[in-house]
């Protein structure tokens, strides 16, 4: 079934420019904000809840979104943007390969260690630096080299990290799709904006 794709209603637009080009202006403007603050929430709610997005955290991703109005004279040049100077951002948005600048191994967590991490899923701060870690030594499963836990009580070696040359980091982000997804909807609030600017009549 193909997707219903809503259009300005121009009849409308260029009798609001011809009676009240002031008026819309305010209007359009209006109509932008909300837009984008609805964008943003939805974004915010579909992407940054975990998957199938990313997990977001408290002053994380989203505190480097912003949104800038775009000035014109005239309504055909008004807009607005939303933009991030983050590279951790643009990493989840187009997909990226991790690999140690200094040509080592990369010494992943594994998940399933759950007291390697916080309650909201974050990296313990004792294990952000695994090779200082005590007790811990590297061990060989399966093909794999692993950073284990000795735990010399019990006997017991735990794996808590596996080496790897680099991480793929798939694109999951989809800041542009959601924008994309969104189409109709911000159609749908600009019409409405030029109809309050005719509704002066």
């Known amino acids: 079934m193909s997707e219903l794709k809503l259009e300005i209603n121009t009849k409308n637009l260029e009798r609001a420019i011809r009676l009240f080009p002031k008026e819309l202006k305010y209007k359009i403007a209006d109509g932008m904000d909300h837009a984008t603050r609805k964008f943003l929430k939805i974004f915010k709610q579909t992407r940054l ?3 199938p997005g990313i997990k977001g955290r408290p002053h994380g991703i989203f505190t480097h979104f912003s949104r800038a109005s775009l000035l014109s004279q005239d309504i055909e040049g008004m807009g607005m943007v939303i933009f991030s100077d983050s590279k951790i951002a643009r990493m989840h948005e187009q997909g990226a390969t991790l690999k140690n600048p200094g040509g080592g191994k990369l010494a992943v967590p594994l998940s399933a260690r759950k007291e390697l991490f916080t309650s909201d899923g974050r990296l313990k701060k004792q294990y952000k630096q695994p090779r200082l870690l ?7 499963l399966k093909g794999k080299t692993f950073l284990a836990k000795v ?8 794996p808590i990290f596996v080496l790897k040359n680099s991480v793929r980091i798939r694109p999951r982000l989809m800041f542009y799709k959601t924008w994309d997804d969104m189409q109709n909807e911000r159609i749908d609030i600009l019409n409405k904006s030029i109809e309050k600017a005719l509704n002066k009549v």
């Open 151 to 158: 735990k010399k009580k019990l006997r017991e070696l735990i």
């Open 134 to 140: 005590k007790n811990v030594i590297p061990i060989q």
């Open 49 to 51: 809840q975990g998957p």
